[in-house]
């Protein structure tokens, strides 16, 4: 996939990663326009392609009491704002067939979440929208078995399509990212980096994951210097207080910095 098939995204010529950030979910407007409105002067500043990811809501949460979302249609309207005010891409996680129509009228890109990456109808709806397909990599498959899940989008004669590795289990509570999967997938799609759900701790006994952010730049630039072709990051101004995902997000706030670091081990990769 070329990341010129994205609608609106700017600054493809700058041979930096491209960028898929923001909330876990959509909490309100005013939070994801804030969040917006930060990611984008700081990708216009460092030439970094940028998708803004929100979720519309949250489907697999280990308790029936966490927050699932302000409403499906609310937060969609929410992210084409986000679209129309920013001239940017959008991205938001479908769960279900009938998602996967519905979404398509608010966004550029539908994502397929890690656990659901083999339910073939889901997949199969979200390919035939004609939408790009984001697929995450289940965090119980290997690197070469998403080129079926890839070959499922492809089979629906769309070729846009994308993996996200986002780590595999370790254990019951912990994740690894091996980056030896990343060339295996870039050889089947173009591969991206989910660096914060790589730092998950799921199936705590309180039933909210944890996380490990103080490894966030670690891993990141790890994804870079292997040449990962996108990264993926959760961010937010106020983590702690996140209604989804805050134990493992980037503050808002350290966002630049770490953009600084990694464009920098970009270029220097480039020159090799």
């Keep these: 996939m070329n990341i010129k098939e994205i609608p609106q995204i700017k600054n493809t010529d700058s041979n930096q990663f491209f960028l898929l950030a923001g909330p876990c979910a959509i909490e309100g407007e005013e939070m994801a326009m804030k969040i917006a409105e930060r990611l984008v002067s ?3 500043k460092y030439k ?6 929100g979720s519309f809501k949250k489907a697999n949460r280990s308790r029936i009491d966490s927050f699932s979302g302000i409403g499906d249609e609310k937060a969609l309207k929410i992210l084409r704002k986000v679209s129309e005010t920013f001239q940017i891409p959008t991205v938001t996680d479908i769960h279900t067939n009938e998602d ?11 994502q397929i979440p890690a656990f659901l990456v083999r339910q073939t109808d889901l997949v199969v709806a979200a390919a035939t929208t004609g939408k790009i397909v984001n697929l995450k990599k289940g965090q119980f498959m290997s690197p070469e078995s998403m080129k079926h899940a890839v070959q499922k989008v492809l089979d629906c004669q769309n070729n846009n399509v994308m ?24 050889s089947f799609a173009t591969t991206v980096l989910d660096v914060t759900h790589s730092l998950q ?27 990962v072709d996108g990264i993926f990051i959760e961010t937010h101004f106020d983590p702690k207080n996140a209604k989804s995902d805050g134990a493992n997000m980037l503050h808002l706030d350290l ?3 770490l953009m600084t670091k990694l464009v920098a081990i970009r270029k220097t990769i480039n020159s090799f």
């Design 42 to 44: 700081i990708t216009n």
């Design 48 to 53: 970094i392609p940028f998708v803004f990811k």
């Design 100 to 110: 996967a129509a519905k979404a398509a009228q608010y966004v550029d890109v539908l």
């Design 163 to 186: 993996v996200t590795d986002r780590g595999s289990m370790f254990g019951y509570q912990d994740m690894v990212v091996d980056y030896r999967g990343i060339p295996t997938m870039q």
């Design 201 to 227: 701790q799921p199936n705590q006994m309180a039933g909210v994951t944890g996380g490990r952010p103080e490894m966030i730049e670690t891993i990141a630039k790890a994804g870079i210097a292997v040449g």
């Design 255 to 257: 966002f630049e910095g």
